[in-house]
Nanobody, 115 residues
Framework: QVQLVESGGGLVQAGGSLRLSCVAS????????WDWYRQAPGKQRLLIAS???????NYADSVKDRFTISRDNAKNTVYLQMNSLEPEDTAVYYC?????????WGQGTQVTVSS
């Protein structure tokens, strides 16, 4: 099993920045990719950023050039640096990983961007 705990969400004004953290524990040595998803009220949960064990990254168009995903292996932590935040970024942000057919999710952290 893998446990994921997010932190770092909060209320920020448009144009501001936040850094989300996701601390992983459990059997994580065989995890190949780590993701961040977000879910706005009344909308589907969407993939916004991914990072592999080789540090290959991928981003949704909506966050490209504003958000950066990174890893710290020593701390078993995945980060999401979010800059130039917009009201449209308001959502619950979830850390995710997958091994085989098993999906692992954190509890989510709320990000609210005021205009």
């Amino acid at each position: 099993q893998v446990q994921l705990v997010e932190s770092g969400g909060g209320l920020v004004q448009a144009g501001g920045s936040l850094r989300l953290s996701c601390v992983a524990s459990g059997t994580i040595s065989t995890i190949y990719v780590w993701d961040w998803y977000r879910q706005a009220p009344g909308k589907q949960r969407l993939l916004i950023a991914s990072i592999t064990v080789g540090d290959f990254t991928n981003y949704a168009d909506s966050v490209k050039d504003r958000f950066t995903i990174s890893r710290d292996n020593a701390k078993n932590t995945v980060y999401l640096q979010m800059n130039s935040l917009e009201p449209e970024d308001t959502a619950v942000y979830y850390c995710h990983s997958k091994r085989g057919i098993d999906d692992f999710w954190g509890q989510g952290t709320q990000v609210t961007v005021s205009s």
